[in-house]
C-alpha cells in the first residue's frame, strides 16, 4: 500500500500561491494515478485534481481550473498542486490520494474518494481575505 505524507500548507492572503507537495512511499508511485481532494469545515471532501502515472492527463475540478495545476515527479515519487491566484473560498484541508494501477479512463471514478485505495493526513490551507 501507498504512504502518502502532504506538506505545504498553511496561511495566505487572497490572491497569493502556494505549492503542496505529497511524498509517497511504496514501488508502484509509477503505476498509480493520485489525485488532491479538499475538505472546508461542515463540507463534504471535495475533488480538486487528478493526474495519470505519465503525466501526460491530468483534470481538474471547474472551480480550480485555470488556477491549480497538478503535477508529478516520478523520480521522486512526489506530486504536487500548485495554487494560484487563491481565494478564501479555497481554505480547506487539502488530501492527496492514490490509485495504483488506475485506469484514467473514467472520470466519475478520478473525483470519487472511494476509488482511491490509499490516503495522506491532510495539511491545512488557509486563505485570509
Known amino acids: 500500500q501507498v504512504q502518502l505524507v502532504e506538506s505545504g500548507g498553511g496561511l495566505v492572503q487572497a490572491g497569493g500561491s502556494l505549492r503542496l507537495s505529497c511524498a509517497a512511499s511504496?514501488?508502484?508511485?509509477?503505476?498509480?494515478?493520485m489525485g488532491w481532494f479538499r475538505q472546508a469545515p461542515g463540507k463534504e471532501r471535495e475533488f480538486v485534481a487528478a493526474i495519470d502515472w505519465s503525466s501526460i492527463y491530468t483534470y481538474a475540478a471547474d472551480s480550480v481550473k485555470g488556477r491549480f495545476t497538478i503535477s508529478r515527479d516520478n523520480t521522486q515519487t512526489t506530486v504536487y498542486l500548485r495554487m494560484n491566484s487563491l481565494k478564501p473560498e479555497d481554505t480547506a484541508v487539502y488530501y492527496c490520494?492514490?490509485?495504483?494501477?488506475?485506469?484514467?479512463?473514467?472520470?466519475?471514478?478520478?473525483?470519487?474518494?472511494?476509488?482511491?485505495?490509499?490516503w495522506g493526513q491532510g495539511t491545512q490551507v488557509t486563505v485570509s481575505s
Open positions: 511504496g514501488h508502484t508511485f509509477s503505476s498509480t494515478v
Open positions: 490520494a492514490a490509485k495504483p494501477y488506475g485506469s484514467f479512463d473514467t472520470r466519475t471514478d478520478l473525483q470519487d474518494g472511494r476509488w482511491y485505495d490509499s
